[in-house]
């Protein structure tokens, strides 16, 4: 119950792909090590949202686990995202990731459940894959707030908390009463499951409820400050810790918060590229490119947060 080996600052790593769409696995090694082999660094969330992973074929899938294991070292836990309409390819995808390393697999659920989602749905999917893997660590994902009926309720919660293999939950509901309704939750019937603030906008806010770390996308950007705002929460140095949040949130609303949703990935990229971090910022299609008036919005952003 006081296992900790989970809990920590993992930044969601995009992949950075060529004016082909083809992934630029060079790029993606060099992006990975300039977040994750850092100090206060736990690990890497590779395949996520961040990572394309609705639109990356497994293949690619299998691949970013290999480039991610052969640059991190060994004290970097590597956390593959599995997503796939079919519980029975997301099982196979998870057996793929683990045979290239991969540390953890985090569930995605299928953008299906957005319309019809049931707890007896959540559990078959999560069994699938806990059964193609067994005895490895799963981490849960609670959905965006706006996500329709993906999201899981209370009641789903606490029977997916029964799956023994369940270490950490990266809740991405992106509402700060929500985050600490389930946070509550989670420690009263498992209080050795990982509850990862997510919501880029208001890491400050959760993490002062309670967190156990955070696996988000903005640490591709700003690495240290997040890893140093965790660590000012966990302190107790408040004005440190809202330091820190001034000088996040400019980028984090820019890339997260302005509208159009959905368009994270797209910023992203066009912000690592922007700083020299990889060459190119195309997002697979039916993503489009980030127009004139978001790059404005966002080289400002990148100079208010001081990159």
């Known amino acids: ?17 060529g004016r082909d769409y083809a992934p630029d696995w060079d790029a993606y090694a060099v992006h990975t090590a300039h977040c994750v082999m850092r100090p206060g660094i736990r690990g890497v969330l590779i395949n996520g949202h961040a ?7 497994r293949a690619e ?27 029975l390819e997301a099982a196979e995808e998870a ?28 559990m078959l999917h999560h069994r699938a894959i806990a059964a193609a893997v067994p005895g490895t660590p799963l981490f849960l994902f609670q959905a965006h707030h706006a996500a329709g009926r993906m999201g899981f309720t209370p009641e789903t919660v606490a029977e997916l908390l029964t799956i023994p293999e369940v270490v950490g939950i990266k809740e991405g509901g ?61 302190a107790g140095d408040l004005p440190a810790a809202r330091a820190l949040h001034e000088k996040l949130e400019p980028l984090a609303e820019a890339i997260y918060g302005a509208p159009p949703g959905g368009r994270a990935t797209a910023r992203l990229k066009w912000c690592l590229r922007e700083i020299g971090i990889i060459p190119d910022a195309t997002v697979r299609l ?11 919005a ?10």
Not at 193 to 215: Q, Y
């Open 174 to 234: 992106w509402e700060v009463d929500g985050y600490d309704a389930l946070r509550r939750q989670v420690k009263a019937l498992r209080p050795d499951v990982a509850v990862c603030a997510s919501g880029d906008e208001h890491l400050l806010a959760c993490m002062v409820h309670g967190s156990d770390g955070s696996l988000v996308s903005l640490a591709d950007l700003m690495p240290d400050e997040i890893a140093a705002l965790d660590a000012a929460v966990r």
């Open 286 to 296: 039916p993503q489009p490119p980030v127009d004139a008036a978001d790059a404005a």
């Open 1 to 17: 119950m006081t296992d900790t080996r989970f809990h920590g600052i993992y930044p969601s790593t995009v992949l950075p792909m």
């Open 298 to 307: 966002l080289r400002a952003a990148l100079k208010a947060s001081g990159l």
């Open 51 to 57: 990572g394309e992973n609705y639109v990356i074929s």
């Open 61 to 87: 899938k299998r691949r970013a686990v290999e480039v991610t294991r052969a640059t991190v070292d060994a004290s970097r836990l590597v956390v593959a995202g599995v997503n796939a309409e079919s519980s």
């Open 95 to 122: 057996m793929e990731a683990l045979a290239a390393g991969a540390d953890a697999i985090m569930v995605f659920l299928p953008n299906a459940f957005a319309l019809a989602h049931t707890t007896a749905m959540a």
